[in-house]
Every structure is written in C-alpha cells, then in structure tokens.
C-alpha cells in the first residue's frame, strides 16, 4: 500500500480539523468516523500497538509489556509491541493500516486524527482526575541565559516540527509573549526527541531547549539526569498528555475490547505505574478530541500550521 508522505506545512488560514479527504465526519466530532461498508473494517489476528517516541522505543517495549498482556486477554487477540523512531513513522504506520492502537504524542494529536484516521479515547491522568504537562525551555546551570528574552541571537533546539511541546507551542508564545521569531531572532535545531534534546542541554550541546517536563521529570526519577544537571528559564500553561485511541476502521467489537482494555487495568504494582508515577499520571480516564485537543488546535491555528494529508 502507498503511503502519502504527511507533512506539516504553513498555511494563512488553518485547516487543523480537515480530515483526509479518506475520511468522513458525519457526527461532526472532528475524527473519522466508522465505515458504513463493512468491509472496509479491519479485524486483524494481531493488534499492532506503538507508544510515542518521547524516549528511546527500547525503554518502553518492558513499561508496557504488563498493559499488553492484559489487552491479549480482554481482546482475545495477540497483541505486538511497535517501537516506532519518529512521529512521522508512527502515523504513516497507523495511515497504512499496519498500527491499530496508538498513543500519539500531544502535538501529533491532530496530524493524526485528520490524516491517519486516529480516534482518541483516553489519557493518563493523576489519582484526583487531573492531567497534563507543561513545557519548559531548561539551559544549563550556568548559563547566562536567565529568560526568554535572553535567547535573543543565541540556538534554541526544538524536537520534531509534530510536537506540541517540542515545536508547536514554544513557537507560538515565545512569538506572541516575547516577539521572538524562530529564524529571524534566534536560530533553532531539531534533536528529533525529547530525550536527546535534555541530554543535549545537560551535555553543553544545545543552548536552551523546549521540551515535555513529564519527560524531563521521568529521566530524573531514573537517575538518568539529575535535577542540578540543568535549569528552567520558563514553564507554560498545562496541556493534555499522550492520547490513547484506535484507528478509525477497527471493528467495533473490537474497538470496544480495546476501550475496555484502557478501563480495567489494574495500575497497583504494574511497570505502567512504576513509570508514569513520577510524572504524576496513576490512571486512564476518558476524553475527547474536540474537547480535550481545543487548547493544541488554538496553538496550531497561531502557527498558521495545516495539514498536507492527500
């Protein structure tokens, strides 16, 4: 199967709730909706799942091998571990029907959702419903980079044009809030990952950063970085985390397993606690992307950001 190259594109008017001309949208909820002709559903013997590629894919192949082994028996399917490199390679994945349940990182939410037929379900969230994350700039402790305004003339590494907290909206509000321009008033770099982007910081290869703190917080309780490694020079307003959904042709019996997958696993004990315990997340609580995503489309539409699906 061909696979259209998605790109992320500039565009004066915003068209970041335009499905794929694939897709339709009959109940206006701004994801695909299930095909009419059953035969275009897909009931595959093996569910094909992929976590965003925050980190290194190794390290969370083992985090979500116990969540895994309960989707096998609450879908009665076997169900395989996708360690994707990139967002792109992700919904190119999910686009050419080879991945069926995802987790999308908050910027490639919407890339997602319009151009690979990506319907969210559910997020993490702490024990008293709350959730999300804010992106931070860090530099190094010793840097005489102390605000935003500082970073005027100097390099400021970005992750993936995909990512919300890595792209997206360090983008728009050092824009609107400082007037500072990617390009024109301070150069950037891509690290391809949150993770590279922190250790670029920490090892002096990168002057500043935008990343994810859940991440940033992750690496700390691993004792990968420490919390002297690096300093903040600005935090941002919460936004939702990794979204959890299934491609939009999926059999409903078996979009529904998976939705009850997500409902019942037991965190008390499990790798998926060990882990997100320390960005705060202890559960999976239902959302929507027309609700949930409002904030990332705003941001999105400040960057004048489209989406080149067809």
Same mark, same amino acid.
Request: with cysteine; net charge negative.
């Given at each position: 199967?061909?696979?259209?190259?998605?790109?992320?594109?500039?565009?004066?008017?915003?068209?970041?709730?335009?499905?794929?001309?694939?897709?339709?949208?009959?109940?206006?909820?701004?994801?695909?909706?299930?095909?009419?002709?059953?035969?275009?559903?897909?009931?595959?013997?093996?569910?094909? !799942?992929?976590? &965003?590629?925050?980190?290194?894919?190794?390290?969370?192949?083992?985090?979500?091998?116990?969540?895994?082994?309960?989707?096998?028996?609450?879908?009665? *399917?076997?169900?395989?571990?996708?360690?994707?490199?990139?967002?792109?390679?992700?919904?190119?994945?999910?686009?050419?029907?080879?991945?069926?349940?995802?987790?999308?990182? &908050?910027?490639?939410?919407?890339?997602?959702?319009?151009?690979?037929?990506?319907?969210?379900?559910?997020?993490?969230?702490?024990?008293?419903?709350? !959730?999300?994350?804010?992106?931070?700039?860090?530099?190094?402790?010793? +840097?005489?980079?102390? +605000?935003?305004?500082?970073?005027?003339?100097?390099?400021?590494?970005?992750?993936?044009?995909?990512?919300?907290?890595?792209? *997206?909206?360090?983008?728009?509000?050092?824009? +609107?809030?400082?007037?500072?321009?990617?390009?024109?008033?301070?150069?950037?770099?891509?690290?391809? *990952?949150?993770?590279?982007?922190?250790?670029?910081?920490?090892?002096?290869?990168?002057?500043?950063?935008?990343?994810?703190?859940?991440?940033? *917080?992750?690496?700390?309780?691993?004792?990968?970085?420490?919390?002297?490694?690096?300093?903040?020079?600005?935090?941002?307003?919460?936004?939702?985390?990794?979204?959890?959904?299934?491609?939009?042709?999926?059999?409903?019996?078996?979009?529904?397993?998976?939705?009850?997958?997500?409902?019942?696993?037991?965190?008390?004990?499990?790798?998926?606690?060990?882990?997100?315990?320390?960005?705060?997340?202890?559960?999976?609580?239902?959302?929507?992307?027309?609700?949930?995503?409002?904030?990332?489309?705003?941001?999105?539409?400040?960057?004048?950001?489209?989406?080149?699906?067809?």
């Amino acid at each position: 199967m061909a696979v259209a190259t998605v790109m992320l594109v500039s565009a004066s008017v915003s068209a970041a709730d335009d499905l794929s001309s694939r897709y339709q949208d009959e109940n206006g909820d701004l994801v695909a909706d299930l095909p009419d002709d059953e035969s275009a559903w897909v009931d595959p013997e093996t569910l094909v !799942f992929a976590y &965003t590629p925050v980190e290194d894919p190794a390290v969370y192949a083992d985090v979500w091998a116990g969540f895994l082994d309960h989707m096998e028996e609450v879908t009665g *399917k076997r169900v395989e571990f996708f360690p994707v490199q990139s967002n792109a390679a992700q919904i190119e994945a999910m686009r050419a029907g080879r991945l069926h349940v995802a987790g999308f990182n &908050t910027g490639s939410n919407p890339l997602a959702v319009n151009c690979a037929g990506f319907v969210p379900f559910t997020m993490m969230a702490r024990e008293d419903d709350s !959730f999300g994350y804010e992106m931070e700039i860090i530099t190094q402790p010793d +840097s005489d980079i102390d +605000s935003p305004e500082d970073l005027e003339g100097r390099t400021l590494a970005f992750t993936s044009e995909s990512s919300n907290s890595g792209y *997206k909206a360090p983008s728009a509000l050092l824009d +609107s809030e400082f007037g500072l321009v990617a390009g024109e008033d301070f150069d950037s770099e891509f690290s391809g *990952k949150h993770d590279n982007s922190i250790m670029g910081v920490v090892h002096g290869d990168y002057e500043a950063a935008a990343i994810a703190n859940s991440v940033l *917080k992750r690496m700390v309780s691993r004792d990968v970085i420490d919390e002297d490694d690096y300093r903040s020079i600005y935090t941002s307003t919460t936004f939702p985390t990794t979204g959890y959904g299934h491609v939009y042709n999926l059999h409903p019996d078996v979009a529904e397993d998976v939705k009850q997958a997500f409902d019942t696993f037991e965190w008390e004990g499990s790798a998926l606690q060990e882990e997100f315990e320390n960005s705060g997340e202890a559960k999976f609580i239902p959302i929507t992307y027309e609700q949930h995503w409002d904030v990332i489309r705003t941001i999105d539409e400040a960057n004048g950001v489209s989406y080149d699906c067809d």
